[in-house]
């Protein structure tokens, strides 16, 4: 059986990339959400828009009718004029038309600066309403995008965590919760490689007698005296990296670990990590 660092060290791999993967997931569904919050947003804005479109279709239609009824008011009068005799009264008519003129003269430049509002916000319109549908069309492929990536990062996560169970089965369950015991209080890495007599989890040395105990490799756990993580040797760090790379490169330098070389342990140290 591989002595207990090497199987919490293929713990903390598989930890890692679970945090990896529950990242990734979240980080998907924030900007799933966040461009869900755009989208609201741009909506509003366009209805907006197009209830102040509508209010000034409605000025100027208003005021286009005002216009009609002048102008027929215009006509009616005109008609009348002919059949007037009494001055008083005629006079009465031609003011009156010519007030309704004035009135229509004053409306037109109205309707002509409603109609230069109109066509300026109907333009804005159009340009919002090209870049909502946009937003649409991209949020709409985000979340047919989301079922595949739901399958797949909860096949992954299955596979983990079967993965994790198996190793974690071989490991005394009061050094499991050490280790996740360490890590949650630790930003998610539980034991941490030693090098250049330096713990590589806090970069804090560590004292010689720590270290020289550490090279003889024994199954005792032995804690960082600053970080409290589990220590171990490697003669290459590669549990620093990316958790996603670190998993090829694992098998190479694991070879040349001095601790492998511990009584009975060794050779099966060997084949569980190179199984990955
Ligand atoms: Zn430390």
């Known amino acids: 059986m591989p002595n207990t660092i090497t199987l919490l060290r293929e713990i903390q791999r598989i930890d890692l990339q679970i945090e990896a993967l529950l990242k990734e997931e979240a980080q998907y569904r924030a900007s799933l959400e966040g461009s869900g919050e755009e989208l609201g947003g741009m909506a509003a804005e366009a209805e907006a828009l197009e209830a102040e479109v509508s209010e000034l279709t409605e000025q100027k239609k208003e005021r286009e009718e005002r216009v009609r009824q ?165 003669a290459e760090v590669i549990e620093e990296a990316v958790p996603e790379e670190a998993a090829p490169e694992e098998a190479a330098p694991e070879e040349a670990k001095p601790e492998d070389a511990a009584p009975g342990e060794a050779q099966s140290d060997q084949g569980a990590s190179e199984e990955v």
């Open 70 to 234: 002048n102008k027929e008011r215009i006509d009616k009068d005109q008609a009348r004029l002919g059949e007037i005799k009494n001055d008083k009264q005629y006079k009465a008519v031609n003011k009156e038309i010519s007030n309704a003129e004035k009135s229509n003269r004053l409306l037109g430049m109205e309707i002509d600066a409603l109609g230069d509002r109109l066509t300026e916000k109907e333009n804005e319109l159009s340009e919002r309403q090209g870049r909502l549908s946009q937003k649409d069309a991209a949020l709409g492929s985000m979340k047919e995008e989301l079922a595949g990536k739901e399958s797949l990062w909860s096949k992954n996560r299955e596979g983990l965590d079967a993965e994790r169970e198996a190793v974690a089965k071989d490991i005394k369950p009061q050094v499991i919760s050490r280790y996740e015991r360490i890590r949650s209080r630790r930003g998610g890495t539980g034991i941490a490689n030693v090098k250049d007599e330096t713990c590589l989890g806090c970069y804090i040395q560590i004292p010689p007698q720590i270290y020289i105990h550490l090279l003889k490799a024994t199954s005792e756990l032995i804690d960082c005296p600053h970080c409290h993580r589990i220590l171990y040797f490697a």
